[in-house]
């Protein structure tokens, strides 16, 4: 009984009392075995893949595209990347990532934080200017991309591709060319792993601070969630610069399942890898089930073996999961809420093909055990009683530590051990979350967070806006449609030119997909606020909720 207390609180092949080398592969640790000082054992990202390796070595741990990679492979990689980045880097240094959905990716996502260092992944779909901004923001050090990285390599030391360029990698070349050393010297649970940007080149841009105890919190709860094992194969579709395209990376490493890797969102070559590989679980965002459930009707493919499709990022149409119920008729609908700052699930609302014809199906579900969530007085944190309309709250392992360097909208969102998450709701008697509204100055357009803010000030740097305001409008595709509301300071101003001015600021998605234009100033308070609320009402009457 001894010897197991004492296991226990060593952790997974903490392999106490062995001297390790970096040096020479035969001289690292056994596969599973994680380098600690004085053997003390906390959860970090090395943890997942020292049980992997361990349990599963033989296993595909990775699929991306022809090439394959066993937990073996992957832990021996992962662990020479590390020796790379020791080369390169300072333990707590940025390592940005710009890339599409790849197995170096999963690599770089698992390695940089295990090695001590902070990840940067970046949207793929910014525009350089927002790219520019995380970059010197973070204060990142290397950056890792598949593409030409155009004016960001003067923000930063070093480049890496990632891509083959003349039938070479510059990627593959450093890990192969770098001594192996253990994963996790000298890393903590409260280390920050990650820094992931919600916004752009405004002041709403943040840089949200996620700890290891954050996202291994995160992937406990997954596991909880939907019960992975390493029978599992998932496919990895949302974009991994996401929450959501990260959300069971570490979960599915610790299970010892299998991780496909779908490089840029398309719905046949999804449901090919799903038929191929036979894929049990994925994750989309609203946009992306439609796509595949339409496709999949057309189609035909055998997609028996996915028992688990989850979505989450915005509000999804019921019709849409009717249809997406009647495309995969063995898979488990799931609604995921949260938020980048829960890192992120925070509710779960399972088995939504059962209820499709109940008020149940506007719900975003319970909290996911391991999270506390409440509905809250705008005020302060105080629990409103059962279907009072207030603030959503979630507080547990997962929330984060903070936005970097912005102390002041921290503590505006971090309120006693609660975040408050900006949006509005109510719960029911069986703590089911209904949201209704937004407290805060978001779109959410395509599972993409758009501050209103930060396309108002875009159209204030045109001279021929005088002023200008930006909200969410209903969009059948999209869930919400960016839309401006612009008082020009002359008569002949092309709504157009408008747009295209936007587009060379701030990413597509985040450009008003329509302008109009008023000859009269906007509606203001007392206080000479823009009634923006006034401005949206016409969009969404009629509807249950307003996002």
Request: glycine residues 10%.
């Amino acid at each position: 009984m001894g010897q197991e207390v004492e296991l226990w609180a060593r952790g997974p092949g903490a392999g106490a009392g062995r001297q390790q080398s970096c040096g020479d592969e035969t001289t690292m640790p056994a596969p599973g075995e994680i380098a600690r000082p004085g053997g003390t054992f906390v959860h970090t990202f090395a943890d997942p893949l020292a049980r992997a390796e361990r349990v599963a070595a033989a296993r595909v741990a990775v699929v991306d595209g022809d090439r394959q990679l066993t937990y073996a492979e992957l832990g021996r990689r992962c662990r020479r990347l590390a020796g790379a980045l020791g080369e390169l880097t300072e333990p707590g240094d940025r390592v940005a990532v710009l890339a599409a959905n790849s197995a170096p990716y999963l690599e770089l996502y698992v390695t940089v934080p295990a090695s001590g260092r902070v990840i940067v992944p970046l949207n793929t779909r910014h525009a350089e200017p927002e790219l520019r901004y995380a970059l010197t923001d973070g204060g990142v050090r290397v950056l890792f991309c598949d593409r030409d990285p155009g004016g960001l390599a003067d923000v930063v030391e070093r480049v890496v591709r990632i891509d083959e360029i003349d039938g070479a990698s510059a990627y593959e070349d450093l890990v192969a060319a770098a001594s192996p050393v253990p994963l996790g010297t000298g890393v903590e649970s409260s280390s920050l792993a990650g820094l992931f940007y919600t916004g752009g080149t405004t002041g709403a841009s943040k840089g949200v601070m996620l700890t290891h105890a954050n996202l291994i919190a995160n992937a406990i709860n997954e596991l909880i969630a939907c019960g992975f094992t390493d029978a599992d194969s998932y496919l990895v579709m949302a974009p991994m610069f996401h929450a959501a395209g990260t959300v069971a990376v570490l979960s599915m490493i610790w299970a010892g399942g299998t991780q496909v890797m779908l490089g840029a969102f398309d719905p046949a070559k999804a449901l090919e890898l799903i038929e191929t590989h036979h894929v049990t679980a994925t994750l989309g965002v609203p946009t992306m089930i439609a796509a595949l459930a339409d496709t999949q009707l057309a189609s035909g493919r055998d997609v028996s073996s996915l028992r688990h499709l989850s979505h989450g990022g915005s509000p999804i149409a019921s019709e849409v999961v009717r249809r997406a119920a009647k495309a995969f008729g063995d898979a488990e609908l799931v609604h995921l809420y949260g938020a980048t700052e829960t890192a992120p699930l925070a509710t779960a609302l399972r088995d939504e093909q059962e209820l499709l014809d109940s008020p149940l199906i506007r719900s975003c579900g319970p909290a996911v055990i391991g999270v506390e969530v409440r509905v809250a007085t705008l005020e302060g944190t105080d629990p409103l009683p059962d279907g009072d309309i207030g603030e959503v709250l979630v507080r547990g392992a997962n929330v984060m530590a903070g936005y970097w360097n912005k102390p002041e909208q921290t503590a505006a969102v971090l309120v006693d051990g609660w975040y408050r998450t900006g949006d509005l709701g109510w719960m029911d008697d069986q703590g089911r979350v209904y949201l209704v509204d937004r407290a805060k100055d978001m779109i959410v357009t395509g599972g993409e967070n758009v501050y209103s803010t930060e396309v108002e000030e875009v159209l204030f740097l045109h001279p021929d806006v005088k002023e200008a305001c930006v909200f969410g409008i209903p969009d059948e595709r999209w869930g919400e449609a960016v839309h401006a509301v612009v008082v020009p300071a002359r008569s002949d101003v092309d709504t157009a030119a408008l747009v295209e001015f936007c587009r060379s600021h701030i990413a597509t998605y985040k450009v008003p997909k329509s302008i109009e234009l008023r000859d009269t100033p906007l509606p203001v308070s007392g206080p000479g606020k823009v009634l923006k609320r006034e401005l949206r009402r016409p969009f969404w009457e009629g509807s249950e909720r307003t996002i």
